[in-house]
């Protein structure tokens, strides 16, 4: 396990390392896609018979229902990690930008989208909204934390 700083910002300046860099995305995320992909249409597969006709969950013996839960945990965690990758913003979805690393988050952002959370954040700690339950103050305030 890698553990990553709290708020690393990866930038790079150089067009030619920029080209490579979204180019090495764009290939890791084209091989997460088709890796996905081939697990959709093997658990869609069991879904259906022959014939066409739907077959439902409550009709798959118990070693069919744990290849299925199986298949779909893999594509839940394949999908987990291309959105939480350095190879897209979890906000925006964009790949070609720096990005921003956040621990508490445990995710990247765009150095936009994390710019307009910091922004943002900055905002709601300056009105400081009197009406909120403990709890919610709590939360707010941690939030703001990993951004501020």
Same mark, same amino acid.
């Given at each position: 396990?890698?553990? +990553?700083? !709290?708020?690393?910002?990866?930038?790079?300046?150089?067009? =030619?390392?920029?080209?490579?860099?979204?180019? %090495?995305? /764009?290939?890791?995320?084209? &091989?997460?896609?088709?890796?996905?992909?081939?697990?959709?249409?093997?658990?869609? !597969? +069991?879904? %259906?018979?022959? /014939?066409?006709?739907?077959?439902?969950?409550?009709?798959?013996?118990?070693?069919?229902? &744990?290849? %299925? $839960?199986?298949?779909?945990?893999?594509?839940?965690?394949?999908?987990?990690?291309?959105?939480?990758?350095?190879? +897209?913003?979890?906000?925006?979805?964009?790949?070609?930008?720096?990005?921003?690393?956040?621990?508490?988050? !445990? &995710?990247?952002?765009?150095? *936009?989208?994390?710019? +307009?959370? $910091?922004?943002?954040?900055?905002? $709601?700690? =300056?009105?400081?909204? $009197? =009406?909120?339950?403990?709890? *919610?103050? =709590?939360?707010?305030?941690?939030?703001?934390?990993? %951004?501020?």
């Amino acid at each position: 396990m890698i553990l +990553m700083k !709290d708020k690393r910002a990866i930038i790079i300046k150089t067009p =030619k390392l920029r080209k490579i860099r979204n180019n %090495f995305r /764009d290939l890791w995320l084209k &091989a997460t896609s088709s890796k996905w992909n081939n697990i959709y249409d093997r658990r869609r !597969d +069991m879904l %259906f018979r022959s /014939d066409g006709s739907r077959i439902t969950i409550s009709a798959f013996s118990p070693s069919e229902l &744990a290849q %299925f $839960r199986n298949l779909q945990s893999q594509e839940a965690t394949l999908r987990e990690l291309a959105s939480r990758s350095i190879c +897209m913003c979890v906000t925006c979805g964009k790949g070609e930008q720096d990005m921003v690393y956040n621990k508490a988050y !445990d &995710a990247w952002y765009c150095t *936009e989208c994390y710019g +307009m959370e $910091r922004l943002n954040t900055q905002e $709601r700690a =300056k009105l400081k909204i $009197r =009406k909120l339950k403990p709890c *919610e103050e =709590k939360a707010i305030q941690s939030h703001s934390k990993t %951004f501020l």
